[in-house]
């Protein structure tokens, strides 16, 4: 099932409940003959009731089936994706992710 993946502004920080993250690359990979979009940034826990940490993440979501080809109300480009939804090659993706870009968090779509 494709989805539309709204790109974020890179290296600006967003709010969240005990926090923020900050999207700071976006990566195409080559994986098994297709392009993976991948987003790697930082997110920062600094209010929370359970203490304050961060980590380096990525978010995967999915294979490229047509890149920026539009542009939403806001002004932010738009890809169309296809989740990637073999366990396999989420494995894969994410071993790649976790050592050459040093995240530990990695989340698929």
Not at 44 to 61: D, H, K, L, Q
Request: charged residues 25%.
């Amino acid at each position: 099932m494709k989805m539309e993946y709204v790109h974020q502004e890179l290296g600006k920080d967003v709010n969240a409940l005990a926090g923020y993250y900050t999207p700071m690359n976006e990566l195409r990979l080559e994986h098994d003959g297709k392009e993976v979009l991948c987003i790697t940034g930082l997110g920062v826990i600094e209010s929370s009731c359970c203490g304050t940490g961060g980590c380096a993440y990525a978010i995967v979501p999915g294979y490229i089936e047509n890149w920026k080809y539009r542009v939403n109300d806001t002004g932010m480009p738009v890809s169309e994706v296809e989740p990637v939804a073999d366990k396999e090659a989420r494995r894969e993706i994410s071993a790649i992710l976790q050592e050459g870009q040093s995240v530990q968090n990695v989340e698929f779509w």
